[in-house]
């Protein structure tokens, strides 16, 4: 049984064009992996989309780097970006929502997804980090939401004040007061 709420299905619907960050860092498939890694560095970012004849080919990450280069102590100035790149290419369309790109990225195993318009152009690219802080911040707003509308729930306990038992409890400042509590306060 699939569990969805409304958060849930809110926070998911969110276009991508919200949260994706514009024109990420590339560089050519014959540059090398240090040239790859000082432009990671110059544009703060984990990783850079390899390109051949303009178009989208692989990706190389700060972890493909250090796995793939480093870890096996080769010059970086030495190898090539296409050596260490990893291909085929998981993008998204930039028409999609947040769920569709979070969907993408657990079925693919991926962090990262480069954004495409219809001609198969990068214009964006989407991270798990993206992708969490909408839903944070979501999330955030939604707790306002529904501290504004707490004192609307009625439940069944013992009331804060008197200690008597209610079917009629309802959150006031942060504690639970029976009907006679609250009519007491002039609260209804």
């Known amino acids: 049984m699939k569990k969805t709420s409304s958060a849930i299905r809110f926070e998911t619907h969110v276009p991508l064009s919200e949260v994706m960050k514009r024109n990420p ?34 990706i190389v990450t700060e972890e493909d ?4 280069v480093v870890a096996k102590d080769l010059r970086p100035g030495k190898v ?7 291909t085929p ?14 969907h993408m990225m657990v079925k693919h195993k991926v962090r990262r997804l480069p954004v495409v318009d219809e001609h198969n152009t ?7 980090r ?11 707003l939604l707790v306002d939401l529904i501290e504004i509308n707490r004192e609307e729930i009625v439940e069944v306990g013992m009331c804060n004040r008197c200690s008597q038992m209610s079917d009629d409890l309802k959150r006031v400042d942060n504690i639970m007061l029976c009907a006679s509590c ?5 609260i209804t």
């Open 89 to 102: 290419l998981i993008t998204v369309s930039a028409d999609k929502t947040v769920g569709d790109a979070a």
């Open 122 to 128: 990068v214009i964006g690219i989407v991270t798990v």
């Open 65 to 68: 780097i250090n796995c793939k």
């Open 130 to 140: 993206d992708l969490l802080t909408v839903s944070n911040e979501l999330n955030d």
């Open 80 to 86: 090539q970006v296409k050596e260490i790149m990893s």
């Open 25 to 58: 860092a590339r560089i050519g498939i014959e540059a090398t992996v240090a040239k790859a890694a000082k432009l990671m560095c110059q544009e703060e970012v984990g990783s850079v989309i390899i390109l051949q004849h303009n178009v989208p080919i692989g």
């Open 182 to 186: 609250r009519e007491e306060d002039n």
